[in-house]
Structure formats: structure tokens, C-alpha cells
């Protein structure tokens, strides 16, 4: 059984920092693309940054020089490092992986981690 772990989330004043960490585990032959997304009270979900399994990555134009996603291939681990952060920033934010496994090639999500930023 594939799991996506969460971890980090928390309160943080506005201008502060915290890292996000999603560890996958289980019968997993190749993690392809991975990301986060948020959502936040009444509002949609939205992807905020995307990885590849080669490194190539996108973000959300309102996390753009603040955000910095990663990944530890090795450990099967993908990091968000959040900068600067603001009151908007609030969500629970989800990591979701693209990866492989005997069976199949499918999507997993996490449970979720909340992060708040106070003004």
C-alpha cells in the first residue's frame, strides 16, 4: 500500500518561514511528477508548485519568489520551503505524487497539513 505522509505545517506570523515535507512509502517502484496544492476556506484548490522526477519546476504566480519546492529522490521525500509568508498563505496544503508501482501508474494524494499565518 502506497502512502503520502504530510509534515511541518503550523502557526506562523506573517514575514516568518516553515518547510513542508511529503515522505512517500510503500510498494513504490518510481515517483514521477510531484507537487502541492492548497486550499483554502471558500475557495478552490490550487496548485502551488510542481517538481519532476528530473527537477524541472513550475509555481503558482502568488507563491513566485517565496516558495522553493524540492525533492530527496533517494528517501522518497519532496520538501516546500515557504519564505515571506502572508495571511493569504493560510490553507490546509496536500502533497501529491504521480508514481508507479507494480500494478499501475496512478495519482495519491496526502491528508493534508494546515498552515496559518497571523497578521
Known amino acids: 500500500q502506497v502512502q503520502l505522509v504530510e509534515s511541518g505545517g503550523g502557526l506562523v506570523q506573517a514575514g516568518g518561514s516553515l518547510r513542508l515535507s511529503c515522505h512517500a512509502s510503500?510498494?513504490?517502484?518510481?515517483?514521477?511528477?510531484m507537487g502541492w496544492y492548497r486550499q483554502a476556506p471558500g475557495k478552490q484548490r490550487e496548485l502551488v508548485a510542481s517538481i519532476t522526477s528530473g527537477g524541472t519546476i513550475n509555481y503558482a504566480d502568488s507563491v513566485k519568489g517565496r516558495f522553493i519546492i524540492s525533492r530527496d529522490n533517494a528517501n522518497n521525500t519532496m520538501y516546500l520551503q515557504m519564505n515571506s509568508l502572508k495571511p493569504e498563505d493560510t490553507a490546509v496544503y496536500y502533497c501529491?505524487?504521480?508514481?508507479?508501482?507494480?500494478?499501475?501508474?496512478?495519482?495519491?494524494w496526502g491528508q493534508g497539513t494546515q498552515v496559518t499565518v497571523s497578521s
Open positions: 510503500g510498494s513504490i517502484f518510481s515517483l514521477n511528477a
Open positions: 501529491k505524487a504521480n508514481l508507479i508501482t507494480q500494478r499501475a501508474l496512478l495519482d495519491y
